[in-house]
């Protein structure tokens, strides 16, 4: 008999692994993650939904609890999904953290135009400004993207 594992994740369906075992899916409900497993009932020739776990959905790790209730494939699967899930996070974090810079950077400059907000600052504050937009500088020129020299650059 040959199962598929599906793993649904924001209503989206992607068959991750062809295996020989109990079919595992896997939610999101709320602040929690819900792992079910479907199980062929012969007495009704149908599969049944039968839960194998619910944790905070904050936990990028399989808890004991959870996995103790589950077969070793499942764990497996599991982690697998917890995995490429946190993964996506850093990502959209990652891509949040480049887009959202111009707009920090804007906000920055509309502060140094602020007494009351200059009077919180020290020395080091702007020591460390500094450091960061040198390495961000060379970050981006060693990623292969040269400064533009256009008439809107000072």
């Not at 020739?45 to 905070?56: C, I, L, M, S, V």
């Not at 993964?87 to 007494?115: C, F, G, W």
């Not at 907000?117 to 020290?122: G, H, S």
Request: hydrophobic fraction near 35%; proline fraction near 4%.
């Amino acid at each position: 008999m040959l199962t598929v594992v599906i793993i649904v994740c924001d209503n989206n369906h992607t068959v991750v692994n062809n295996r020989e075992d109990n079919i595992m899916q896997i939610k999101e409900r709320g602040s929690k993650v819900v792992f079910m497993r479907f199980e062929y009932n012969p007495d009704k020739k149908r599969t049944e939904n039968k839960p194998a776990g619910t944790q905070d959905k904050h936990l990028h790790v399989l808890s004991d609890e959870v996995a103790a209730g589950m077969t070793e494939a499942e764990r497996e699967e599991a982690q697998a999904w917890l995995d490429a899930r946190k993964h996506e996070q850093n990502v959209r974090m990652s891509k949040y953290s480049i887009t959202s810079l111009p707009r920090s950077m804007t906000e920055a400059i509309k502060a140094l135009n602020d007494p009351h907000a200059m009077e919180q600052l020290k020395p080091a504050d702007f020591d460390a400004i500094y450091h960061a937009w040198a390495e961000l500088a060379d970050a981006m020129r060693n990623a292969g993207h040269k400064r533009p020299r256009s008439k809107s650059m000072k």
